[in-house]
């Protein structure tokens, strides 16, 4: 069974940078597409990027080139670093495998910026 | 990029009742490979999201049977044939043919 958990910092400080981890169990990392999501509080669901195995990513122009996306095979994991962060980038940050039908999904983590 | 419209945004329903949820693309989903990229979630209260079918109408496994989904193009429709209490939540649509991926706005689902 595929499970997926996100870790990393709860509380991020204005124009710093946000950094989380997601740790893959019960697949091979190099045997798919990873995936970043966020959800602001009470709101949508927002796509940040993916990444392959390869090392090839896909993010969302809406970040403005402050995502970067990479992989650990070494760890099974895969890490979020969004700079330059803001009140807006506060949200329940959840990673998925998979390309165009991301399944499964983690439980997500919230991180709030806050000074 | 993709614009995903859901509809109704609220649908209280009575238990045992059927459900239906509209979602509209802003273009077609038909991807190069000749499927068409939509996919829909559930998302129950305190969780994350659980995808429930792809391809349009292709359920995954252990989704219950009485979630349908289907469509075309740029029209889509998911279904609950018999809502139970379990299926409280908000359900999203997704495409995946254009990049970024685009969710609809989320149809929360009550019992009345």
């Known amino acids: 069974q595929v499970q997926l958990q996100e870790s990393g910092p709860r509380l991020v400080k204005p124009s710093e940078t946000l950094s989380l981890t997601c740790t893959v169990s019960g697949a091979s990392i190099t045997a798919s597409y990873w995936n970043w999501f966020r959800q602001p509080p009470g709101r949508g669901l927002e796509s940040i990027g993916y990444i392959y195995y390869t090392g090839d990513t896909n993010y969302n122009p809406s970040l403005r080139g402050r995502v970067t996306i990479s992989l650990d095979t070494s760890k099974s994991q895969l890490s979020l670093r969004l700079s330059s962060v803001t009140a807006a980038d506060t949200a329940v940050y959840y990673c998925?495998?998979?390309?165009?039908?991301?399944?499964?999904w983690g439980q997500g983590t919230m991180v709030t910026v806050s000074s | 990029d993709v614009v995903m419209t859901q509809s109704p945004l609220s649908l209280p329903v009575t238990l045992g009742q059927p459900a239906s949820i509209s979602c509209t693309s802003s273009?077609?989903?038909?991807?190069?490979?000749?499927?068409?990229?939509l996919s829909w979630f559930q998302q129950r209260p305190g969780q994350s999201p659980r995808r429930l079918i792809y391809n349009v109408s292709k359920r995954d496994s252990g989704v219950p049977d009485r979630f349908s989904g289907s469509g075309s193009g740029t029209d889509f429709t998911l279904k609950i044939s018999r809502v139970e209490a379990e299926d409280v939540g908000v359900y999203y649509c997704m495409q995946g043919t254009h990049w970024p991926w685009a969710f609809g706005q989320g149809t929360k689902v009550e019992i009345k």
């Open positions: 998925a495998r998979g390309d165009r039908a991301p399944d499964p």
């Open positions: 273009q077609t989903l038909v991807y190069s490979n000749g499927n068409t990229l």
